[in-house]
């Protein structure tokens, strides 16, 4: 069975950080591109940031200089490093995976709060 599985959200001031994490099961973690994605309250979902098979990383402007991305492919993890939160980084963050038989692959999500 496929899981992607996050945690590591919750209630942060601004300027604050957090780490999120997405435990992936049930695919060959190793080979496989992941990505953060957000979803803010009335907005669309957007990528965050990307890690390539090989390590590389990409990051959409608004968290470039904030956030890293990173794996541990031991550990069949991704990590999500946020710090100095905005407000409007405040969303849902979700951990995303495509696979070849079984196309996108979600989590459920972890709420992150930046308050002012």
């Known amino acids: 069975q496929v899981q992607l599985v996050e945690s590591g959200g919750g209630l942060v001031q601004a300027g604050g950080s957090l780490r999120l994490s997405c435990a992936a099961s049930?695919?060959?973690?190793?080979?496989?591109?992941m990505n953060w994605f957000r979803q803010a309250p009335g907005k669309q979902r957007e990528l965050v940031a990307a890690?390539?098979?090989?390590?590389?990383?990409n990051y959409v402007d608004s968290v470039k200089g904030r956030f890293t991305i990173s794996r541990d492919n031991a550990k069949n993890t991704v990590y999500l490093q946020m710090n100095s939160l905005k407000p409007e980084d405040t969303a849902v963050y979700y951990c995303h995976a495509v696979d070849p038989w079984r196309g996108d692959l979600w989590g459920q999500g972890t709420m992150v709060t930046v308050s002012s």
């Open positions: 049930g695919i060959i973690f190793r080979r496989k591109d």
């Open positions: 890690i390539t098979s090989g390590g590389s990383t």
